[in-house]
C-alpha cells in the first residue's frame, strides 16, 4: 500500500534555530501534500496544501514566513520552521495524496508517522 | 464548509463490551468521512472510510460505522473491546475525494480489564 515517510520524527532544537521536516511519499507520486500541526491532546489542524511546482495555500491564522513549505518534487514537500521558538513546539504530520487511487477506489491520503518538534 | 462534533471526549468500557464513539458531521455537500486512530506518540491509522457507497462500512480491527444522512451522524462501533482498543479515536471529513481532511476533536477510548 502507499507509504508516506515523515523525517526526522523527533527534533529538539534552541529557540531561534530553523527546522526543517521532509515528508515523502515512497512509491506513488503526490501533486498534493497536506500539513497538520497537532498539540498535545488535542486534534489535528491544518495548517496548509502543499502543491507541487507552486505556491503553498495556507489556512487562515497560519503564518506563512513562520512556516515555509516547498514541495518541489511530485514525492517530497518540506515544512520549515523558521526562527522556532517554544510556542511552535509541536507535532507536525503530513498526509500525501495519491491521485491514481481517486479512479481505483483506494485510500486517496495516507498519513506520515509524524514529526514531533520540540524547542526549548 | 465542512465540520465533525465527536460528543465525548472521553469514553471508557470494560474489556468485551460495546464501543460505541459519536461523530456527527455538517456538509454541504455529500460528504467524505473517515475515522482514524492514533497511538501516543504515532502518526494516525485509517480505521475505515465511507465514500457514498454503502452506509455500513467495516474497517480494521472489528471495526464499523454506519452512515445516516437522516441524522447527518457517522458512529463508530466495535462489537467487544480490547484492551489494544484504548487510543485517540479521530473522525474526519472532506467534501471531495482528496482533498484535504477537516478533523474532529478527538474521543479518547479507555479499557480496562
Known amino acids: 500500500g502507499a507509504v508516506v515517510s515523515q523525517h526526522p520524527s523527533r527534533v529538539i532544537c534552541k529557540s531561534g534555530t530553523s527546522v526543517k521536516i521532509e515528508c515523502r511519499s515512497l512509491?506513488?507520486?503526490?501533486?498534493?501534500m497536506f500539513w497538520y500541526r497537532q498539540f498535545p491532546k488535542q486534534s489535528l489542524m491544518l495548517m496548509a496544501t502543499?502543491?507541487?511546482?507552486?505556491?503553498?495555500?495556507?489556512e487562515q491564522g497560519v503564518e506563512k514566513d513562520k512556516f515555509l513549505i516547498n514541495h518541489a518534487s511530485l514525492t517530497l514537500s518540506t515544512l520549515t520552521v523558521t526562527s522556532a521558538h517554544p510556542e511552535d513546539s509541536s507535532f507536525y504530520i503530513c498526509?500525501?495524496?495519491?491521485?491514481?487511487?481517486?479512479?481505483?477506489?483506494?485510500?486517496?491520503?495516507?498519513f506520515g508517522a509524524g514529526s514531533r518538534l520540540t524547542v526549548l | 464548509a465542512q465540520s465533525v462534533t465527536q460528543l465525548g471526549s472521553h469514553v471508557s468500557v470494560s474489556e468485551g463490551a460495546l464501543v460505541l464513539l459519536r461523530c456527527n458531521y455538517s456538509?454541504?455537500?455529500?460528504?467524505?468521512l473517515f475515522w482514524y486512530v492514533q497511538y501516543p506518540n504515532q502518526g494516525l491509522q485509517l480505521l475505515l472510510k465511507?465514500?457514498?457507497?454503502?452506509?455500513l462500512v467495516k474497517g480494521i480491527n472489528g471495526f464499523e460505522a454506519e452512515f445516516k444522512k437522516s441524522e447527518t451522524s457517522f458512529h463508530l462501533t466495535k462489537p467487544s473491546a480490547h484492551m489494544s482498543d484504548a487510543a485517540e479515536y479521530f473522525c474526519?471529513?472532506?467534501?471531495?475525494?482528496?482533498?484535504?481532511?477537516?478533523f474532529g476533536k478527538g474521543t479518547t477510548l479507555s479499557v480496562s480489564s
Open positions: 498526509s500525501a495524496r495519491d491521485q491514481s487511487a481517486l479512479s481505483s477506489g483506494a485510500n486517496v491520503l495516507t
Open positions: 512509491d506513488f507520486q503526490a501533486t498534493t
Open positions: 502543499s502543491n507541487e511546482g507552486s505556491k503553498a495555500t495556507y
Open positions: 456538509s454541504s455537500v455529500p460528504p467524505y
Open positions: 465511507y465514500t457514498s457507497a454503502a452506509t
Open positions: 474526519a471529513v472532506s467534501g471531495e475525494a482528496g482533498t484535504a481532511l477537516i
